[in-house]
């Protein structure tokens, strides 16, 4: 049985950091992508980064416009894929789910084969 279970989320004022962490079981996903999205209050899920499988031991990662030089995604180990997030805007505020696919880092949440519950981002002004 497959499962994505996030960690780190909470509530915090503007400027400050938090880091995301996810962790998956029960397949090998040393090939797969694995990603962050968020979805806030009566938004459409949005992609915000994902690391791609380039070869043993090197992932490439890339992070959403939105958020580019705030937000850092790193993969821990093959299933373990952590968001570092800093500066942080009340804009922010959302559900972020932890994803994986067996292909390319889609934006698209459509793309995505497993997903986790979500961990709830709070940024208050």
């Known amino acids: 049985q497959v499962q994505l279970v996030e960690s780190g989320g909470g509530a915090v004022q503007a400027g400050n950091s938090l880091r995301l962490s996810c962790k998956a079981s029960g397949r090998t996903f040393t090939t797969y992508t694995m990603a962050w999205f968020r979805q806030a209050p009566g938004n459409e899920r949005e992609f915000v980064a994902a690391?791609?499988?380039?070869?043993?031991?090197?992932?490439?990662g890339k992070v959403a416009g939105s958020v580019r030089g705030r937000f850092a995604i790193s993969r821990d180990a093959e299933n373990i894929v952590s968001l570092r997030m800093d500066t942080l805007r009340p804009e922010d505020t959302a559900v972020y789910y932890c994803a994986a696919e067996a292909g390319s880092a889609s934006t698209s949440p459509g793309g995505y084969e497993y997903w986790g519950q979500g961990t709830q981002v709070t940024v208050s002004s």
């Open positions: 690391t791609t499988f380039i070869r043993t031991g090197i992932y490439d």
